[in-house]
T-cell receptor, first 111, second 113 residues
Framework: GQQLNQSPQSMFIQEGEDVSMNCTSSSIFNTWLWYKQDPGEGPVLLIALYKAGELTSNGRLTAQFGITRKDSFLNISASIPSDVGIYFCAGTVLTGNQFYFGTGTSLTVIP | ETGVTQTPRHLVMGMTNKKSLKCEQHLGHNAMYWYKQSAKKPLELMFVYNFKEQTENNSVPSRFSPECPNSSHLFLHLHTLQPEDSALYLC????????????FGPGTRLLVL
């Protein structure tokens, strides 16, 4: 099946640093989504992207839908302790209904 | 608060028990999903219901039995589970099953002894 490669798998950063993570696929995607999951909770939608090249911000978070439609990245600026969690990318291919999820990036912010 | 609620939040059961997980969405969506999330593994799609009809069953063992009485409610009935079924079970909903954004509930943390 479709696989989304998400990197890095984990990150340990100092509070105040910027963070960047990305997601790549072997197929062309129609939508890209970024979710955050806190321990013991369900994923919460952060940003949704629907057009190639689209750049969308949500507070300190910025995500972009890659021009090739095969990748997306998420940036977090000036990280704070509550940014800790697992960040998942997800999306749908150009044809089809199914959502595909990345394996997640675990973020730890050191105060 | 995503508009998707799940109960119970935590469940411990023996292998011979029968229990049910409940999901309710208040978003007016028509598609609902069950996912299994095990430690260090990607989300695994289990079942999809679109307009109350089951459209996906990803080779899930019969000891998991879904039920969707209406577009707002989804159940997962559990019986004779195995310890390896211990995981976080997540419910999600979307407008329809057409690749639209999914909104997740908080999950039920299940432990099978």
């Amino acid at each position: 099946g479709q696989q989304l490669n998400q990197s890095p798998q984990s990150m340990f950063i100092q509070e105040g640093e910027d963070v960047s993570m990305n997601c790549t696929s072997s197929s062309i995607f129609n939508t890209w989504l970024w979710y955050k999951q806190d321990p013991g909770e369900g994923p919460v939608l952060l940003i949704a992207l629907y057009k190639a090249g689209e750049l969308t911000s949500n507070g300190r978070l910025t995500a972009q839908f890659g021009i090739t439609r095969k990748d997306s990245f998420l940036n977090i600026s000036a990280s704070i302790p509550s940014d800790v969690g697992i960040y998942f990318c997800a999306g749908t291919v150009l044809t089809g209904n199914q959502f595909y999820f990345g394996t997640g990036t675990s973020l730890t912010v050191i105060p | 608060e995503t508009g998707v609620t799940q109960t119970p939040r935590h469940l411990v059961m023996g292998m011979t028990n029968k229990k049910s997980l409940k999901c309710e969405q208040h978003l007016g969506h028509n598609a609902m999903y069950w996912y299994k999330q095990s430690a260090k593994k990607p989300l695994e799609l289990m079942f999809v219901y679109n307009f109350k009809e089951q459209t996906e069953n990803n080779s899930v063992p019969s000891r998991f039995s879904p039920e969707c009485p209406n577009s707002s409610h989804l159940f997962l009935h559990l019986h004779t589970l195995q310890p390896e079924d211990s995981a976080l079970y997540l419910c999600a909903s979307s407008q329809t099953y057409a690749g639209e954004t999914q909104y997740f509930g908080p999950g039920t943390r299940l432990l099978v002894l």
